[in-house]
């Protein structure tokens, strides 16, 4: 069975929209520094992929490279799915309970609001944020509710204090895959917290080396249009390198070969 290599890139999406780039606002982190990775936490990773061959030098299995993105500073992907949904409906709910009580608030003459009304309803609507409305530009999103740094749906005032959605990969490219080093692809899964949707790739072992490669990431800016607001994509790379290793595939129990494994003799009998 191919081993299988975890490979986290975090992104300050703040960052990274402000300056227009990936360079310093991408860290990246994976399962193998044990074995000799380097540049962890850093924008220099170089992900080993070792324990390929047997002891008489011939190719023993394919490794694999998963690939998960996260946003720093977002809500956490292990929160449910309707994670958002159910943030906008509970804010749907206080809005309704608002006005409610607004309309039994005081009494008024005929035709007027009670006073304090027109501000109560200005919350109410704050509260309540808008739909993001698709406008005419071909870079828009789908509508959606827009949550505020604390998880609660925030309005078109709140647009400084956004939560980002996670970055998204759009492609790999480079070296490891021009000379057919890695074959990168994406995948379907039941794994429900990043959407059942991932990046992984098969690694060719049998030409060790270092190989670059570039990881396409869309991030995700929320802009104001026609007093809407919109998700808007932004397409940036990051560069990333493996290296594969020439290593013996090694018994991890005795550090020998593959074989049987030493049982060692029952204690005697006192």
Partial sequence: MAQQHGIIVLVDVAN????RTLDGNAYWFDNMRFLGSTG?????????VPGTYYLDGSQATEQVLNWLPAALGAIPPTVPRNYHVEQARRADQEALANLAALGTAGTAPAGTAPAGATADV?????????????????RSLASGRVLDVTGRVA???AAAAYNPPAP???DITGTAVD???????????PDMVYDGWYWAATVDTSRPGTYPYTMHFQLHELVERNDEL????VDLTAASSIHVIKDPKRNAFTGAGLGALPIPAAPPTP
Avoid: C, F, M
């Fill in 155 to 157: 309005g078109a005032d």
């Fill in 16 to 19: 990274a929209l402000r300056e």
């Fill in 230 to 233: 919109v998700w808007e994509p």
């Fill in 122 to 138: 200005a919350g109410i609507q704050r509260l309540v944020g808008r739909r993001a409305a698709r406008p005419k530009s071909s």
């Fill in 168 to 170: 998204v990969i759009t």
């Fill in 40 to 48: 962890e936490g850093g924008a220099n990773l170089v992900t080993i």
């Fill in 179 to 189: 000379e057919k080093i890695i074959y990168p692809a994406q995948y379907g899964s």
